[in-house]
């Protein structure tokens, strides 16, 4: 039982780039969340699902698109990395009104 | 809508002595309430919560807090620190409608010192 696993654990871009944060969970939970953390910020939410096929915005979408096929998976897509993006990004998993499970987080540097 | 206020972005305090950090909300409807902790280059795991129920709450590694409504506060205490409590600690606040919609605070580092 692995809870949430998050992948890759590093990575560095250059700005234009685009890549595809992976988030996987197995604990059967229906919300999906993803956050970036910077310093003196807390975590902010940037996109959110409630179940399969229904995702959200949260309070810093720009720049970020997400999908919910399965349960299971959340990948959260930059589209164009940009220096403002550089962050840790946890995603977390929960049920409703509980709390969330969090993953080791990705650590993303865009130069 | 809802917001976390954590007084103190750094607090120290000595190997055995009382840890209090501290959290104030605002929520415009009745909150649940969470403290998590974070070592280093590691994700967040929940320490303790309150949703309803016995307003003091217990939660793991000795940790509690006090739900106060009249205060809309949540503060976290431990009676005697230990090296091993050095981390970040974050309060967060949701209400009934929905887990997704948590609102963080900022953190508190706490450093503990032999």
């Known amino acids: 039982n692995a809870g949430v696993t998050q992948t890759p654990k590093f990575q560095v871009l250059k700005t234009g780039q685009s890549m595809t944060l992976q988030c996987a969970q197995d604990?059967?939970?229906?919300?999906m969340s993803w956050y970036r953390q910077d310093p003196g910020m807390g975590l902010r939410l940037i996109h959110y699902s409630v179940g399969a096929g229904i995702t959200d915005q949260g309070e810093v979408p720009n720049g970020y698109n997400v999908s919910r096929s399965t349960t299971e998976d959340f990948p959260l897509r930059l589209l164009s990395a940009a220096p403002s993006q550089t962050s840790v990004y946890f995603c977390?998993?929960?049920?409703?009104?509980?709390?969330?499970?969090f993953g080791q987080g990705t650590r993303l540097t865009v130069v | 809508a809802q917001s976390v206020t954590q007084l103190g972005s750094h607090v120290s305090v000595s190997e055995g002595a009382l840890v209090l950090l501290r959290c104030n909300y605002s929520?415009?409807?009745?909150?649940?309430l969470f403290w998590y902790v974070q070592y280093p280059n590691q994700g967040l795991q929940l320490l303790l919560k309150y949703t309803t129920g016995a307003t003091l709450v217990k939660g793991i590694n000795g940790f509690e807090a006090e739900f106060k409504k009249s205060e809309t506060s949540f503060h976290l205490t431990k009676p005697s620190a230990h090296m091993s409590d050095a981390a970040e600690y974050f309060c967060a606040v949701t209400h009934s409608g929905g887990y997704q919609k948590v609102t963080f605070g900022t953190g508190t580092k706490l450093q503990v010192i032999p």
């Open positions: 929520s415009s409807v009745p909150p649940y």
């Open positions: 604990m059967n939970h229906e919300y």
């Open positions: 977390a998993c929960g049920r409703l009104a509980t709390e969330a499970f």
